[in-house]
């Protein structure tokens, strides 16, 4: 199989991270969500918590004001960081590896602007996952035991940190078909449906 | 058969009409892209000239300005549209005709917001073509014989006009995924495999 790296932006509660991980088992790749974090830390030298603290989150947050500092340091890769907030340091540090991972082969990465981080990449495929909003409420309150108001904030909350991130860090708007190769929508397609449709596209797209 | 009503939004340039053409003549299903106007012009009793002139056009245009006036005329489905401005005349004639021609039975429809025009219609997939903003300048001056400045031009007022009259008609955004049920990039899968991609989909939608 040619080397394909999927990129995966998904609303909240739209079951991306299913489909991102449906799609690696079916083709045996490694899969990277949560666990590309605990891999850039690893490789920054910098403590995963930060990494989960700031994760997919905005630069103007609360948090961020918390952290702003001038604290520097060389990572895995050889590339030092000094002089910027501890945020964009993150943000880099996410971006090396992500490029590294990439450098590796095939694999399926979820969120975090890796479409963006290997806008240079000629075997890219990038994808985003959506669906109607009542339905992910239900999804997210089902899937989480929660109530269906509860579900209601998590997922407007989400949707807007990853908005903000994204359009912080990349040239591009996060949700506008645009910015991806294709976009699809799960209720429609359900998660097998949405993992179909991806293999579709790279057999079509390497033809 | 099933029947399906395809809706194909589109950026100018993109190939989005060529895909809905051979999308309904691979199924054997009639295709409305400027027949639509026609069609319209021939049920609502106003000359077609008129539908040309407004086709998806936004409303605050010089044009507006022009013909804004209390004209008011019965169509053919005995609808009534009094004391409104002539563009949202066209817009509700065109309405009615969208629905007329999806309760027919499967079709294709390019534009004109039939993807709003049929929110109530259950049998509806709609669909968004786009491709990089290079991609298409090429395109457009090679099929239309102009320079690639001109081609910019037309695409640039194109899709500001398209997006202005979605906009404005709609409770949706032109162009954002969410607006429809999937986004292709027609540079990477090329005509024929937007068209494979929207029979899958539709294959996968009535599983």
């Not at 891999?39 to 989150?57: N, T, V």
């Not at 895995?76 to 450098?103: E, R």
């Not at 996060?174 to 991806?198: F, Q």
Request: proline share 2%; net charge negative; with cysteine.
């Amino acid at each position: 199989m040619a080397k394909i790296i999927y990129t995966i932006g998904r609303e909240f509660g739209s079951g991306g991270r299913d489909v991102g991980q449906k799609l690696a088992e079916k083709l045996n790749i490694p899969f990277y969500d949560k666990e590309l974090l605990t891999r850039a830390a690893a490789e920054s030298g910098l403590c995963e918590e930060i990494f989960h603290m700031q994760d997919e989150k905005p630069t103007s947050s609360f948090l961020y004001s918390l952290v702003t500092d001038t604290y520097s340091f060389t990572n895995y890769h050889g590339n030092t960081y000094m002089d910027m907030p501890l945020s964009q340091k993150v943000f880099l540090a996410q971006f090396d590896t992500i490029k590294q991972i990439a450098a590796e082969g095939s694999c399926v990465i979820v969120g975090r602007c890796a479409d963006y981080a290997l806008s240079e990449e000629p075997n890219c495929i990038n994808a985003f996952i959506y669906a109607d909003k009542n339905y992910r409420i239900k999804r997210v309150a089902h899937d989480l035991g929660i109530s269906e108001s509860k579900a209601k904030d998590m997922i407007n909350r989400t949707d807007k940190e990853r908005a903000s991130y994204y359009n912080f860090y990349t040239n591009k708007k996060w949700g506008d078909s645009r910015s991806y190769d294709l976009a699809l929508n799960s209720e429609k397609l359900g998660i097998d449906g949405c993992v179909d449709m991806l293999i579709r596209f790279s057999d079509i797209n390497h033809q």
